[in-house]
Every structure is written in structure tokens, then in C-alpha cells.
């Protein structure tokens, strides 16, 4: 699956007139994107392709959608840019930075648009690439902004490209406010820049079939006012209907209220001990000194969604049990709102909708919580027969009081 071992595709291109034919290419992607726009303003898009879909930044100027094909080995992305100004800037880089990062570059002289495969050095000048890769498919205006739909294979074999593999991807944006006269004049500290991890080659897993008996219920913030904060977690306590009996969890999803798609960073919901009989109500911030001691005994994991997931499977032949005796019925969700631009006014009903059915499946499912830092060696390819972890305590840990 991996990308190295494709023959780099233009290999047999004589190296020295590499940079003449560069830049022709160079001039020839320049296109009339404003009339092109112009034209298509107003058309209904057609029923997405993509899969996958991420806001790159927190005012939700930018979006991302993609789509993978093994096969191909390539990655076709649609960026669609709310309020376009003079362009964009977007790409890749090894941490996040805008300086040794890859680019694509969509800006305008004033006159005439230009889309072109880019780089910028560690001092953060652009040039232009030698060979481009990314491969501009359309560029439309719709009601929404302007969506431009490009693709690039995962491995390009320019060294000033960056190689897309599994795992982690550092996403970089910048917005140009003004025109540049050229790609080299592209001054990147006078921009509006940021970065977006994401996981852009996501493993294909079959999708378990839902049974027909499946119900859902939605766990949701009760229209909660966003705090102009950079972060806040958010705590809000509700519950199961009385005598609601034992059922196993199949499937879940996130509910993230539209418009708000940057600023909704993960989300949990707990289940509380039954050690308790009842828990008081509660909706505010989780660090908030009005919190009721008690909400510390919710910590049973029920569902977990960070940004950038998509909906999660059980297998067919298990489930995670909630409901019944023996179990509490108050759940508290829990949602990180991530505002670095301290978005004033923002309302808010995310949460979770949880797939449940009363017909249990042959294992209860559970959660386990390792470790006390999130590493990337914790993270379990799909697919695996076996996964060793190994993990030290002291001999504190161990003690039996
Ligand atoms: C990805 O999207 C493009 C553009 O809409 C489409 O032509 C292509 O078939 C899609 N590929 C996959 C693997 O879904
Ligand atoms: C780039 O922009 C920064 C910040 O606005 C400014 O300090 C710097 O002088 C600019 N560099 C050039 C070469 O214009």
C-alpha cells in the first residue's frame, strides 16, 4: 500500500531544460479563474465524492474534503474557500510550519488567476516547483466560495514534495489578503497562515452492518453559548429514561451543529458509577467551581470522536453494554470547544448519537484507557492479530493499601 515503491513518472525527463519546461508549465496553468467563476456562480454542486472532510481553520474560511485511491495511489482534494480575496495558499510540511513546506498556490496579479504546484524554502520565499504535481481539475464558484478540486499521488519523487503516507499529516494554509505581482513575491509572514493535523490516508475497514432492530438516542450539548476562550471543556449531565434496560452500543456518531465544524475539537460521553443513586444536574464549564464534586465519578468511556473521525463500528459480534441494573443511568458528555480566535456569540447542540439495540451481541465490548500521554506508538494499525504495549509503574502502583 505504501508509495515508495512507484517509479517515479517522470524520471525520463532530460534534467537540464527541467526548469525552462517548469516554468512554461507554469505559465500555461494560469487561468481565467475569475471569469470561470463568474460563469458558474449560482450552480447547485453535484452529491459529494468525498468521504473524508476537515475545517482548516477556526473561522471556517477554509474547508477540506478528500478522497484516497489505493490504486491510483493518489489523493484527490476539494477546497472550498469561503469570502476568496486575492487566494490561498495550502499544503503540506513536516511539523506544520510554512517554511520547507509543499505547496499549491492559488493567487492573482490583479489581472489574471494562477494555480501552480509550489514550495517555499526555510525562509519562507515560494517558488515555484520544477515539476508540478498537483494537477488543478476545476475551479468553480458556488454558492458556498470558490472550490477548487486538485489531486497529487502520494509520492511525487520531487525532492521539494512532500511524501503522503499513513499517519499523522500536517495540513498549512495561508489566505492572500492582495494581489502578488508573482509566486516569489508571495510574502508568507504578512499572511494569514495555520495548521490542521489529519490522518489523510485513512485505512479502509469494511463497515459492519447496523441489525434492523438498532435505535438511537442523541446525547447533545442543551444549546450551549461557546465562551470566547481559547479552550473550554464543556460538561453537561443527563440521562437514561427510568428503567431503561440493558442494551449493547453498535455504532456511533458525532452531531456537530453546522457552522461550527472548526471550533468543536472532540468529544465524550461517561457513563457515572451506580455507586450513587442520582447526580445533580449540571451544564458549564468542567472546570468550573460550581461543578458538583460528584460528576468526578463519570469517567466510564461510552463514546469518544475527535475531530477529523467519522463514525465508529462495533464488530458484528460485539457490543458495549449501557443500561440495565447494576449500571447508572446519568451520563455526562463532555465537549472540548478549541476557539484560539476567541469567537464571541458562537451557540452550540453537538454531541454524540449513539446506535443501540436490545438484541445483545455475543461479547461486551470495552474500553480500555492506557498510558497517561497520547504517542503515536499507541496507536494500533487496523487489522492486527496482536499489538504489544508495554508499559512500567512503579512499585507505588502496585501496592495494595
Ligand atoms: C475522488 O473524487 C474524484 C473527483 O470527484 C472522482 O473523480 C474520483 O472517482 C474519486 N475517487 C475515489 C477513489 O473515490
Ligand atoms: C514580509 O512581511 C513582514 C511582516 O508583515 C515584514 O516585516 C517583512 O519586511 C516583509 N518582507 C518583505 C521581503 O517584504
Known amino acids: 500500500m505504501q508509495a515508495t515503491s512507484r517509479r517515479c513518472r517522470w524520471a525520463s525527463i532530460p534534467g537540464p531544460n527541467m526548469r525552462e519546461a517548469a516554468s512554461m508549465y507554469g505559465t500555461a496553468v494560469a487561468i481565467f479563474l475569475v471569469i470561470l467563476v463568474a460563469a458558474l456562480q449560482g450552480s447547485v454542486p453535484p452529491e459529494s465524492p468525498f468521504p473524508y472532510h476537515i475545517p482548516l481553520d477556526p473561522e471556517g474560511t477554509l474547508e477540506l474534503s478528500w478522497n484516497v485511491s489505493y490504486v491510483q495511489e493518489d489523493v484527490h482534494f476539494q477546497l472550498l474557500v469561503r469570502g476568496l480575496k486575492a487566494g490561498v495558499l495550502f499544503g503540506m510540511s513536516d511539523r506544520g510550519e510554512l517554511e520547507n513546506a509543499d505547496l499549491v498556490v492559488l493567487w492573482t496579479d490583479g489581472g489574471r488567476s494562477y494555480f501552480a504546484d509550489a514550495w517555499s524554502d526555510q525562509k519562507g520565499r515560494v517558488h515555484l516547483d520544477n515539476h508540478q504535481d498537483y494537477q488543478l481539475l476545476q475551479a468553480q464558484g458556488t454558492p458556498d466560495g470558490l472550490v477548487l478540486l486538485f489531486k497529487r499521488p ?26 502578488f505581482q508573482s509566486l516569489e513575491a508571495i510574502n508568507i509572514s504578512s499572511l494569514h497562515t495555520g495548521l490542521q493535523r489529519v490522518q489523510l490516508l485513512k485505512p479502509e475497514v469494511p463497515t459492519p452492518a447496523v441489525p434492523t432492530d438498532t435505535r438511537t438516542m442523541e446525547i447533545r450539548a442543551p444549546d450551549v453559548l461557546i465562551p470566547s476562550e481559547e479552550t473550554t471543556y464543556w460538561c453537561y449531565i443527563t440521562e437514561l429514561p427510568q428503567g431503561f434496560p440493558r442494551h449493547h452500543i453498535v455504532m456511533y456518531e458525532p452531531i456537530v451543529t453546522e457552522g461550527n465544524e472548526a471550533l468543536v475539537h472532540h468529544m465524550e460521553v461517561f457513563q457515572c458509577t451506580a455507586t450513587f443513586e442520582s447526580f445533580p ?18 469517567r466510564h468511556v461510552l463514546a469518544a470522536w475527535a475531530l477529523g473521525a467519522k463514525a465508529f463500528y462495533y464488530p458484528e459480534e460485539a457490543g458495549l453494554a449501557f443500561g440495565g441494573p447494576g449500571s447508572s443511568r446519568y451520563l455526562r458528555l463532555e465537549v472540548h470547544y478549541h476557539n484560539p480566535l476567541k469567537i464571541p456569540g458562537r451557540r452550540d447542540s453537538s454531541g454524540i448519537r449513539l446506535y443501540y439495540t436490545a438484541t445483545l451481541r455475543r461479547f461486551d465490548a470495552g474500553i480500555m484507557e492506557l498510558g497517561l500521554v497520547y504517542t503515536p506508538v499507541m496507536a494500533i494499525p487496523p487489522q492486527e492479530t496482536a499489538f504489544v504495549l508495554t508499559g512500567y509503574c512503579t512499585d507505588k502502583c502496585t501496592q495494595l493499601h
Not at 502520494?154 to 489566505?175: M, N, Q, R, S
Not at 449540571?282 to 460528576?295: A, I, N
Open 281 to 298: 444536574h449540571f451544564s458549564g464549564p468542567c472546570d468550573s467551581k460550581m461543578k458538583p464534586q460528584r460528576l468526578s465519578y463519570c
Open 154 to 179: 502520494f509520492a511525487t519523487c520531487d525532492p521539494k514534495d512532500y511524501l503522503i503516507e499513513d499517519g499523522t499529516v500536517h495540513l498549512v494554509y495561508g489566505i492572500l489578503e492582495e494581489p
